[in-house]
């Protein structure tokens, strides 16, 4: 089992949606990141938290420690927004940063 | 500022030949990473240096592999021998701080393919 989960692997959704990428991981961690790959592979880091709640644009990053979790929402969503949305976490024991394997987000006109 | 500087982009060599992927981070950044990412695989920690000193090689896959920063603004990944399993994007990454403790700015890849 991986330890860092993403879901869904695949969503395709209509411009304007709200959409929703989930990441839950199995392992005690200082840090979970977001980062975005657009098509033509750069990686471009959205968010890092620890706790809480990060805003940014339409974009917006929630963690529950206690349950293990993160959200990342897209609100008012556009086909430029098309990109694989990658979670990673730093683990407490050795800071070690392991990544999930994607969610691949493609957003029709 | 330029960002991070990866070079080539792509590389395309013969199984057994010497590869050697170049990084320059961001200016003031005192931590770098490599990454490989391949499709079965996804994104993986290959080793990360914090003030030029390697800290944390657990993830180079064999001796094969090296990696080493001379100084600052500069490091490199090697590959003697190269075999076709290595094909993959090869990533490097820099940031202020320790590990993965602050956002990390990532280099545009190098594109590497083994025949």
């Known amino acids: 089992k991986n330890e860092v989960e993403q879901s869904p692997q695949n969503l395709t959704a209509q411009e304007g949606e709200f959409i929703t990428i989930n990441c839950s991981y199995s392992v005690g961690i200082s840090a979970l990141h977001w980062l975005q790959q657009h098509p033509g592979g750069g990686i471009v880091s959205l968010f890092m938290?620890?706790?809480g709640k990060k805003k940014h644009g339409r974009l917006i990053a929630t963690i529950n420690i206690q349950e293990k979790h993160s959200s990342l929402h897209i609100t008012a969503s556009h086909p430029r927004d098309s990109a694989v949305y990658i979670c990673a976490v730093t683990m407490n024991r050795d800071d070690k940063i392991i990544f999930g394997k994607g969610t691949r987000l493609h957003i029709l006109p | 500022d330029a960002g991070v500087i990866q070079s080539p982009r792509h590389e395309v060599t013969e199984m057994g030949q010497e590869v050697t992927l170049r990084c320059k981070p961001i200016s003031g950044h005192n931590s770098l990473f490599w990454y490989r990412q391949t499709m079965m695989r996804g994104l993986e920690l290959l080793i990360y240096f914090n003030n030029n000193v390697p800290i944390d090689d657990s993830g180079m896959p064999e001796d094969r592999f090296s990696a080493k920063m001379p100084n600052a603004s500069f490091s490199t990944l090697k590959i003697q021998p190269s075999e076709p399993r290595d094909s993959a994007v090869y990533f490097c990454a820099s940031t202020w701080g320790t590990s993965g403790q602050s956002e990390q700015y990532f280099g545009p890849g190098t594109r590497l393919t083994v025949t």
């Open positions: 938290l620890s706790s």
